[in-house]
């Protein structure tokens, strides 16, 4: 089986989910995830100027939705906050929760998440001692629903923690979890300072889905400083990121599951797919 690949879900700002999907359908893709998510209702979604899936919603309307573009769902994000305090506007352990049921309800593997970066000082002034501890005590819950679910969360590499292999390993060691697992970042990694070759090389076999990003040259005096990006604005190939090292150690753990593009621009997203194809994706 090939690696699959499939788009990001929020390709063109202030406007519809129902609009993203036409977009991701019409350049030729078969997957897409859950990409924007938060509970309840949104003011954005109700006037037709955001593509925000409710995690309160009734999880088949969404099937519906990607089905009517003949669309798979490949993933259902929901990065969270895992070192700040606990708050109702906090994006959290609860949304994780309700991502995993929705995902279950739908029967999509997996659910991806990962610590982000904190904004209050209780969050910057954390130890790392009680940086894991927050992380781990946060994804207890959604951890145990996932396992009675059936379903998979993956921690992305976008934070201090998640961006270091050793760090990632600790995580997983500490959850103990048969139900976490890695979504690969290729962008996050490299920006966050790690050779995302060596993280596949080291943690392949806790990786079951990727998203892919490649990072211009101008970023290099960022890195090690700034954790994650939500998109990348080049195409994949023409940066300083090794996307063929990173696909062939893929190939060598033997991952054959769904990818995402987090890429902006038509022109971009459309040179990023053909790269991929070449290297023998679907």
Known sequence: MAIKVGCFALIDP??????????????????ADVTDNSDGASL??????????????????LKRLFDKYGLTISSYCAHANLLDPA???RYGTAQIIKAVRAA???????VITSEGDPHTDFGHQLTESEALFSIREKLYEP???????????????????????????KILELCNSSALGVNMDTGNSWLGGTDPVEMVRRLGKHIEHVHWKD???????RRGQLFGVGMAVIPLGAGVVDI???????????????????????????????????LGAE
Do not use: C
Not at 19 to 24: D, V
């Open 14 to 31: 202030f406007s519809t989910l129902d609009h993203q999907l036409s977009r991701i359908k019409n350049w030729g893709f078969k997957y």
């Open 44 to 61: 954005g979604v109700e006037y037709g100027f955001a593509a925000v899936a409710s995690l309160d919603a009734n999880p088949f309307d």
């Open 87 to 89: 708050a109702p506007w």
């Open 104 to 110: 279950a309800a739908l029967g999509v593997k997996h």
């Open 143 to 169: 951890l145990r629903m996932a396992e009675d679910h059936g379903v998979k969360i993956l921690l992305e590499p976008h934070g201090r923690y998640t961006d270091s292999i050793d760090w990632m390993e």
């Open 215 to 221: 990072m211009s040259a101008d970023m290099e005096p």
């Open 244 to 278: 063929k090292g990173v696909y062939n150690e893929l190939v060598k753990a033997g991952f054959d599951g769904y990818t995402t593009l987090e890429v902006a621009g038509d022109e971009a997203v459309l040179k990023s797919y053909e790269y991929l194809k070449s």
